[in-house]
Structures are given as C-alpha cells and as structure tokens.
C-alpha cells in the first residue's frame, strides 16, 4: 500500500477541516475572519457596505465569498488607503475572492500602486467583482494602477469589471485601470472601461498596462471609453500599452478610447507595442473608434509598434484619424492577417472595406458586413467575445474581429434548405490551384470584393472548376445569375 505523502496529507486534512467563518454573523469584521482563518477556510459575507482596508494573511487557500454577489456586497476603502493588499507568496490562485464591489481606495502619499488592489508576490482568483471608484492622487509621483496593480504575479481575473478608476496630477500614469510588472496574470471575459488619468508628462496604457517580461494571457474583454487628459507630453496607448511582455490578445475590443489633445508625442490610439523583447499575438481584436479629442493626429491609431514583434490575424483596425492605422518604427515588426484594415495594410488576406458595425458604439457586425467570412480559420479561436459559437453556422469561414456573425443570416450562407447553399472548397485556395463549387449551375462571375470582374464561366455538375490564375492573394466573391454569393479567399504560393 503505498504511502500518503506527508505534504499532501497535511493539505488534505486542512481542506477537510475547513471552516466556514460568518462576517457579520460570528465576526463583526472581514478582517477579522480574515486574520482567524486556518487553510483553506472560506469566508462568506453577507450583503452590505464594509468599510475596510484589508491585508490579507499569510495563510493559504483562503476563499473570500459573498453570499449576494457584486451588486450587493461592497468593500469600502473610505478614501482613507488601499482596499485591499496581498503580498504573501502563500498567497496562489486556490486563494479565491469572488462577488464583491472594491471601491473608494485612495492613494496621496508614498507609493500611488493599487488604490483599489494591490497584489506583489502573490496570486489569487479574482471572480465575479467590480473594482470601480478608486484614486490615486500623486503630483509629481507615480500613479501605477489605480483600480488593480499586479507586481510579480499569476493572479486570474475572471467575469470581472474594472471601471472609473483615476490617477490624477501624477507624472507618471502607468494603467489607471489595470497595472501589471512581471508574472504570469490571465484575463478572461473582463470589461475594462471609463478609466481616467491626468499626467503633467506621461500617460501610458490608461485601460490597461503590462511590462517587465509579464507573460499575459487576455481573451474576450473589453477595453473601452478610458480617457487622458490634455496636460501629458506622452501618450503612448491610451487603450492598451504593452512594454517588453509576452501577450495573447484574442477576441478583445480596444474601442472608444479618447487620448488627450496635449503634447507632441501621441502613438497608438488603441494599443502601443514597444521593446525588443515583446512577443505579442493579436488574434480576433476589434480595435475601432480610438481618437485624440480636438481630431489631433495620432501616429498609428489603431496600433503603434516599437521595437517589438508583432503578428495581427482575423482582425479589425477602424479608427477616425488622419493618420494610419498601423505604424512602426525602425525596428519594429508589424505583420497583419487576414484582416480589414482602414486605408489598407499590405498583408496576406487584408481588405480595406467599412466594417459594417452595428453601430453606436455596438461593434457587432452586420449581416450584410464584408468582415463576414473574411478570416481564416487557422488559428481562429473556437468563440467570439461574447462566447457565440465561431465559425456560424459550421463549415463557414469564420468573421474578422472579436464578434462572429451568424453567416446563415447573410448573401455569404444563404438560409434556405443546405441542398441550395452554395459550397466553394478548397477555402482558402493557392492561387493559381482551381476552386470547386457546389450547387451551382449556370453562369457565374468572380469578382473583388469592391466588384471589380476578374473571370467570367458557365458551370455545370461536372464541370465545377474554377481557375484562379492570375488572382492576387485576398477576397472574393463568386456570384451567380440569380443573385446569389460566396466569399471565399486566395492564399499566396506556399
């Protein structure tokens, strides 16, 4: 019979004894259940306002739960420091805190780092919370993450929102919402928005801020509506700034993100890249509406790349700027896939077309969008943001950005019985190899995507082949008599 080992029996016993502590019932403070807790003990809270500063302890897997949720439970700073702080290393993401509103944390002296939270050589599972209404007010000091500020940690943030959180008068305004420094942090499904910073020299990543060799993972959240003001000399990525990391981005809106109309060095309106060290992948991002207030020029609206490497597929870059949506410096890389680009963006399967938005700040796309069926299934995650099914329907090409349309509701998948659909396979195709159709017959033309005619054949059920030579790499249509279309695209020779 082989042996428990002692570490795990030691582990085991604590989670079986767990206790569960009761705020206000048997306590009249979280701290104080906090600071009584064994191993693995869980504190519920019940619904109210708790006017607190919180440290937490040097116990392990500690849960800290609300019994009503977000909306009904709130942990107050009262304008007099931090809300919450967490810096043992005992501290790891079997640490859960779910269902609470962390707000009024200020910060006026000393460190401006997480008014709201404030996580350093620890992790925990953020759940289901509201970080809102925090502040850091340092003249001349640092301002670094006024709602969350994450310093070497592994810490997930899940099913959360990071909103109206402001550094005001600091020089330096790292991520107003959301500050991270090395680590291994995950994001998932968070909105990050109405964040807000005022700096006398640098305002960087005012959603949010990531640097030092963080590894970062972030898929189907929102970055929106956060705000600089005009007094900074710098403004580098006011929706999102990445410094020297490792990042994943998938199905992410960077959108309606305002940099402020002072200074004479705005770069990345959405999103700025920056250090040869950063390896950033951009995959089903919709970065659109990003604009300077006064319509000052930005360089780079939707992405600005520095030194860093960057690779862009399946995405969205529309932004309402005199300048381009994609720039970078001498030893930048900016590689874009697959994706619609405003003013056009050379690149393998990249169009230059309105993106068909609903509209209103609502950027879902529109049955009739060209974004529809514009991407490329490879490396195509397997839903949108807003967790729909994609590609939709099946055997589709999948959308470009970070919403999935459902193409059955579209000219590209026509809605009637499958035996009148139209099939084009292979999709994508090597230009100049032939392409195949199904359920077709009759005369049919090719065209661009801005109907321009590139060939012109009557097809039959055995003779269903249609040549591509002569068509550049990217999108077309093939369109019948009775007004039927297909998209499909032409990738280059391997």
């Known amino acids: 019979m082989k042996k428990i080992p002692a570490l795990l029996l030691f582990l085991i016993t604590f989670q079986v004894d767990a206790t569960i502590r009761h705020v206000p019932g048997a306590y009249l403070t979280i701290q104080a259940a906090l600071n009584s807790c064994q191993g693995f003990d869980t504190v519920l809270v019940q619904s109210g306002t708790f006017n607190e500063n919180l440290s937490w302890p040097a116990t392990a897997g500690i849960k800290l739960l609300s019994s009503a949720g977000a909306d009904s439970t709130t942990i107050s700073g009262g304008q007099t420091g931090r809300v919450l702080s967490i810096s043992s290393a005992i501290a790891d993401t079997n640490t859960h805190i779910s269902g609470f509103t962390f707000t009024d944390g200020y910060l006026y002296s000393g ?6 939270i404030y996580i350093i050589n620890a992790s925990v599972k953020l759940e289901n919370c509201k970080v809102t209404g925090n502040h850091v007010y340092l003249p001349g000091g640092h301002g670094y993450g006024a709602g969350i500020h994450l310093d070497n940690s592994s810490t997930k943030i899940i099913n959360c929102t990071i909103s109206d959180n402001v550094i005001d008068s600091a020089s330096w305004c790292y991520g107003a919402g959301i500050y991270i420094s090395g680590g291994n942090p995950f994001i998932s499904n968070v909105n990050i928005f109405n964040n807000r910073a005022n700096s006398d020299s640098w305002c960087y990543g005012v959603g949010f801020f ?23 000399s710098w403004y580098y990525g006011n929706g999102i700034y990445l410094g020297n990391v490792t990042a994943t981005l998938t199905n992410v809106l960077v959108a309606d993100n305002i940099s402020g109309s002072g200074g004479n060095f705005n770069y990345g309106g959405g999103i700025f890249c920056d250090g040869n060290a950063a390896i950033i992948n951009l995959v089903n991002v919709t970065v659109a509406e990003n604009y300077r207030t006064a319509n000052g020029m930005i360089n780079g609206s939707g992405i600005y790349v520095r030194d860093a490497t960057v690779i862009a597929i399946n995405s969205i870059f529309y932004n309402p700027n005199p300048g381009s949506e994609g720039m970078q410096s001498l030893n930048g890389t900016l590689d874009i896939l697959f994706s619609n680009v405003r003013g056009g963006y ?16 609502d950027y879902h796309l529109l049955p009739s969008s060209l974004c529809a069926g514009a991407a490329t299934a490879n490396g195509a995650p397997s839903v949108d943001r807003d967790g729909t099914i994609r590609p939709l329907p099946a055997a589709t090409m999948p959308d470009q950005g970070c919403y999935e349309v459902d193409q059955s509701a579209t000219a590209l998948e026509n809605a009637e019985d499958p035996k009148n659909k139209i099939f084009v396979y292979p999709n994508p195709v090597i230009s100049g190899a ?22 012109k054949k009557f097809i039959t059920e055995s003779n269903n082949a249609l040549s591509t030579l002569g068509l550049p790499a990217g999108n077309y249509l093939i369109h019948t008599m009775d007004g039927k279309s297909k998209l499909f695209q032409v990738a280059g020779k391997p």
């Open 434 to 455: 032939p392409v195949y159709v199904r359920n077709i017959t009759g005369a049919v033309i090719i065209t661009d995507i801005i109907g321009k005619v590139y060939s």
């Open 111 to 116: 460190q401006g780092y997480g008014a709201g």
């Open 210 to 232: 990531a640097r030092a060799n963080a590894i970062v993972t972030v898929e189907r959240t929102t970055v929106s509506g956060n705000f600089s003001g005009d007094n900074a």
């Open 346 to 361: 050379t690149g393998l399967g990249n169009q230059n077309v309105s993106p068909g938005f609903v509209g209103n700040s």
